[in-house]
Nanobody, 126 residues
């Protein structure tokens, strides 16, 4: 089991930036691990934001986040980051970090991830 702890959420004005962190502990990751960020707004389904492979650094983004969000990882610190720029009120949600230890495809599907953090609230005011 992998333990994931998110941090970095908060209240920001539209156009501002935040950087979320996801610290991982517990069982070590495999070379096939995929790390993802998802978000869930009130009354909406959880949606894919971005993903990064633990070993190769391949990155993937939801279309609405491309150019504004950037995912990265620091393997030495077992931490994944989500840099969010040009934030909009519609980005308001709880952001979750997730791990798929043995990635086999469909990085955008929440059901493929077997470990989740508790979430961190991001609120963007207009």
């Amino acid at each position: 089991q992998v333990q994931l702890v998110e941090s970095g959420g908060g209240l920001v004005q539209a156009g501002g930036s935040l950087r979320l962190s996801c610290a991982a502990s517990g069982r070590t990751f495999s070379r096939s691990t995929m790390m993802g960020w998802f978000r869930q707004a009130p009354g909406k389904e959880r949606e894919f934001v971005a993903a990064i492979s633990w070993s190769g650094g391949s990155t993937y983004y939801a279309d609405s986040m491309k150019g504004r969000f950037s995912i990265s990882r620091d393997n030495a610190k077992n931490t994944v980051y989500l840099q969010m720029n040009s934030l909009k009120p519609e980005d308001t949600a709880v952001y979750y970090c997730a791990a798929d230890r043995y990635y086999s495809g469909s990085y955008f599907e929440a059901r493929k991830y077997d470990s989740w953090g508790q979430g961190t609230q991001v609120t963007v005011s207009s």
